[in-house]
């Protein structure tokens, strides 16, 4: 049996880093990572190329010494974003990409995007200028099943934008459903992000025994069928499926709440986790895609130089069950399984 494997750095394509307390609490935990797309659902959120560079600066100062990771920024599109702006924080190395939350779609949502016709300027610029547009996949009308909200998305807005912009390049930020394997799969100019926790979880877990709130993410946990596509998708090497963990903390006293807040925090044992499930896949040999190569040939950068190990040992890696920002604790995901695999850096 394998017991250690070497990767290129890995990148995290799809992080949210906070701020203040909570930033300086849970950044240490992804500086390991090479690069990471960060989530700009601050509040308020990250809207102009200069809320954008002073994030990155309070990112690299909670970055331990030593750390070679380098935050990616991003911009929350609203209805009133400046293509201009956008182009000069691109041109001015400030962003790699700009994020479509639909409004009230999750987390710090609100001033999300409602009319689309609105913001056709600004998805024609970045078409242009070649700057990916990073998509939270859901529909928001509460007619529509929750666990049905990202199908919808694809055939009501996602399909006809793509359409329209046909050079676009789109991310399909942390897909849940073989419906979005199957979209990634069917054209140009798109990738798609999936996270660890939906690579181990399904609805299930949710409410196995009662209801568990740290298993409460959005895009909600799909069932096992749609789980089973997303491990086929991130173990088959596909160019197109890359890491975006999603790690999403929030503080124990607003999960654990009559209506808690969604997001599951990943970031401590994302790539034991990675390595248990490639594992059981057959798939160590195609990690490496998945975590390190995928990601960066889709945003057109250089895989990371250096390399980390894995180790296989007979006792499972010890992580904290919570972390501590300021007065909160977050309580880091379970994976439901001890992890065997140890993560060490070269
Ligand atoms: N993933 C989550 O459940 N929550 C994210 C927002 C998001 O990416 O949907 C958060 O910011 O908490």
Known sequence: ????????????????????????????????????????????????????????????SAVPEGATFQPQMTLYLTDTTDPADVIKAHQGGVIRAVKLYPAGATTNSDSGVTDFDRIRPVFEAMAEAGIPLCVHGEVTDPDVDIFDREAVFIDRVLDPVRRANPELKVVMEHITTSDGVAYARSGENIGATITTHHLVINRNAIFAGGIRPHYYCLPIAKRETHRLALREAATSGDARFFLGTDSAPHPDRAKLQ?????????????MSILAHVFEEEGALDRLEAFTSLNGAAFYELLPNEDRIRLTRRDIPTEYPATIVAGDETVTVFDPGFPLYWHLEDL
Do not use: K
């Open 1 to 60: 049996m394998t017991d250690h494997i070497t990767l290129r750095r890995p990148d995290d394509w799809h992080l949210h880093l906070r701020d203040g307390e909570m930033l300086r609490a849970v950044a240490p935990h992804s500086a390991g990572f090479g690069r990471a797309i960060i989530m700009p659902n601050l509040v308020p959120p990250v809207v102009t190329g200069q809320q954008a560079a002073a994030y990155r600066e309070r990112i690299l």
């Open 258 to 270: 009559p209506c808690g807040c969604a997001g599951c925090f990943t970031a401590p044992n994302t």
